[in-house]
């Protein structure tokens, strides 16, 4: 990189975030990139208005879309984000880059283009959504974050670190067993911007190219799900003050009450913007299951087949693998259910005390969360259902109607429930507000039956249900014979315990139960 004053180049105002690289696009300081001139082209036709704005949604739909087609959404990413404006960014160099960045993605079934869109898009998102708050990244730490994203999985062969190391791969002898993939991800990267027609920064200064560089190489870097508990924790350590106080670094006159003498994340310390970078795009890089449910299992179907790939390979080679990443014994719904639990919330949720408007993605994570324990249910309930009614003649279906309350919180009660067809929702003890709802093959009454405890809460019927009730009895003695369907049970309870105490903090109001007159609540059972 040449030593020039191009410093003077990044635009440093950052009301300055947005627009078109041509003079007459620019937008106001206000306002986003929108629609211009030169996508007018035959190539970017396609990139309307409404295009655009749903580009700023997690619910964006990638796959309609060719990979040439996302060379230029990648394109449109960086001018509505301020960086084509900010730093010059010259047409046919941002695309040279994009499509040297296109051509060094391999066809795998997960770690492909597709994939590096999905996660440059939901920085995107964050980008657009924090975009407002008082302090967060600078234009450099941005710029470098976006082509992280963009390039962190580059030339990526579809199997992981622990294959390499083990199988003593050409990448595990060159970055001696450390990070493999991720520095050769950052290598290719830089190959591709050392190309004078791909290079973003021509014409910027030595000690500016190191800094980008330092930061990108930082933030592919974290991508190594091996050191992903380090980084997280080192993070943490910097927020506990904020989260014990309950407070975020938005909100002045909490952040000043704060214990000054515990270690804080600071926005004026270069090195804590960097971490939060890495966070950033931690959270970004798995982040499927913040997307609507139908987009999070195509995702999770595609990694469990790149992930059977490997293994059919290590099996092939005398290798050791990991169960969970067989395809012949994993039990995908679970093991998304422990992926959301154990790695994915924490860390968004860490982000969130820092990022406010994150709060809306871990509300995304909670529904997807709910929906693989509806999987994991109706797996259950269908095989728990077949063996009961062989067991149990009497073990009849019975038909509810709507407003019918099947249990009240406090009751004694020894009953588990199966929800054959329709709707039911817990509820407050006003019966005002919904705080859960359990569609058809969900089951409900475990945590009484489980711990022998009264109810924990209020269930009405919401429409006409067909259900199944089994006595304490029958279950516990069911559980006895297939000990993994108590596992599967005391993993709802859990899931359910969460769910209800987040619903019922942020006040949930009823879905439809209010049409329903409290007069007309009927006790199943009579009363």
């Known amino acids: 990189m040449?030593?020039?004053?191009?410093?003077?180049?990044?635009?440093?105002?950052?009301?300055?975030?947005?627009?078109?690289?041509?003079?007459?696009?620019?937008?106001?300081?206000h306002g986003l990139a929108r629609y211009c001139p030169k996508h007018a082209g035959s190539a970017r036709s396609f990139i309307t208005t409404e295009v655009r704005d749903a580009l700023r949604s997690v619910e964006f739909d990638m796959w309609r879309y060719s990979k040439e087609e996302l060379v230029y959404l990648?394109?449109?990413?960086?001018?509505?984000?301020?960086?084509?404006?900010?730093?010059?960014?010259?047409?046919?160099?941002?695309?040279?880059?994009?499509?040297?960045?296109?051509?060094?993605?391999?066809?795998?079934?997960?770690?492909?283009?597709?994939?590096?869109?999905?996660?440059t898009q939901m920085v995107f998102t964050v980008l657009m959504a924090c975009n407002e708050l008082p302090e967060f990244l600078d234009e450099w730490e941005r710029l470098a974050l976006m082509v992280s994203a963009v390039c962190h999985d580059l030339d990526h062969d579809g199997v992981n670190n622990s294959f390499h190391i083990n199988s003593k791969s050409e990448l595990a002898v060159i970055y001696n067993d450390q990070s493999c993939l991720e520095n050769h991800h950052c290598s290719q990267a830089f190959r591709i911007l050392h190309r004078p027609p791909s290079n973003l920064l021509s014409g910027y200064s030595e000690d500016e190219y190191k800094k980008f560089r330092k930061l990108v190489i930082g933030c592919v870097l974290s991508t190594d799900m091996g050191r992903h508990f380090d980084i997280l924790g080192r993070f943490d350590k910097l927020i506990a003050p904020l989260r014990a106080a309950g407070a975020s670094l938005t909100d002045v006159s909490a952040a000043q009450s704060v214990d000054t003498d515990a270690p804080t994340f600071d926005f004026g310390d270069a090195g804590h913007r960097a971490l939060l970078a890495q966070i950033v795009l931690m959270c970004?890089?798995?982040?499927?299951?913040?997307?609507?449910?139908?987009v999070s299992r195509i995702w999770a179907d595609r990694l469990v087949e790149e992930f059977g790939n490997q293994v059919d390979r290590e099996k092939a080679m005398g290798l050791p693998f990991l169960p969970f990443m067989d395809r012949d014994q994993v039990v995908l719904e679970k093991s998304q259910i422990g992926f959301i639990a154990f790695l994915l919330r924490p860390l968004w949720v860490s982000a969130s005390v820092l990022l406010p408007p994150l709060g809306a993605y871990v509300d995304a994570i909670d529904e997807n969360y709910q929906q693989w324990s509806v999987v994991?249910?109706?797996?259950?309930?269908?095989?728990?259902?077949?063996?009961?009614?062989?067991?149990?003649?009497?073990?009849?279906?019975?038909?509810?109607?709507?407003?019918?309350?099947?249990?009240r919180k406090d009751e004694d009660s020894d009953e588990l429930f199966f929800v054959h067809?329709?709707?039911?929702?817990?509820?407050?003890?006003?019966?005002?507000?919904?705080?859960?709802?359990?569609?058809t093959g969900c089951f409900f009454g475990?945590?009484?039956?489980?711990?022998?405890?009264?109810?924990?809460?209020?269930?009405?019927?919401?429409?006409?249900?067909?259900?199944?009730?089994?006595?304490?009895?029958?279950?516990?003695?069911?559980?006895?014979?297939?000990?993994?369907?108590?596992?599967?049970?005391?993993?709802?309870?859990?899931?359910?315990?969460?769910?209800?105490?987040?619903?019922?903090?942020?006040?949930?109001?009823?879905?439809?139960?209010?049409?329903?007159?409290?007069?007309?609540?009927?006790?199943?059972?009579?009363?």
Request: overall charge negative; charged content about 25%.
């Open 2 to 29: 040449a030593d020039s004053a191009s410093g003077q180049r990044v635009r440093q105002s950052s009301k300055a975030r947005s627009g078109c690289s041509k003079a007459k696009c620019k937008t106001p300081a």
């Open 74 to 119: 990648f394109e449109a990413m960086f001018e509505d984000t301020g960086l084509v404006y900010a730093f010059s960014l010259e047409e046919d160099v941002l695309l040279a880059f994009l499509n040297a960045v296109k051509a060094n993605y391999n066809d795998n079934p997960f770690h492909n283009l597709y994939h590096s869109f999905c996660v």
């Open 284 to 294: 970004c890089d798995i982040s499927n299951e913040v997307r609507p449910f139908s």
């Open 376 to 407: 994991v249910q109706r797996n259950a309930s269908n095989e728990m259902l077949r063996l009961l009614s062989n067991l149990h003649p009497e073990f009849e279906e019975q038909t509810v109607d709507a407003g019918t309350v099947l249990c």
């Open 421 to 439: 067809e329709g709707d039911v929702c817990v509820v407050d003890e006003q019966f005002d507000r919904v705080l859960n709802t359990f569609t």
């Open 446 to 527: 475990e945590i009484a039956v489980l711990k022998g405890i009264p109810r924990t809460a209020n269930v009405v019927a919401k429409t006409e249900a067909r259900i199944h009730v089994a006595s304490k009895d029958m279950v516990l003695a069911l559980l006895d014979d297939h000990p993994d369907f108590r596992k599967t049970l005391e993993q709802v309870a859990t899931i359910r315990e969460g769910v209800i105490h987040r619903n019922a903090a942020k006040g949930l109001q009823s879905i439809g139960l209010g049409l329903i007159d409290h007069d007309q609540l009927v006790h199943m059972g009579g009363g």
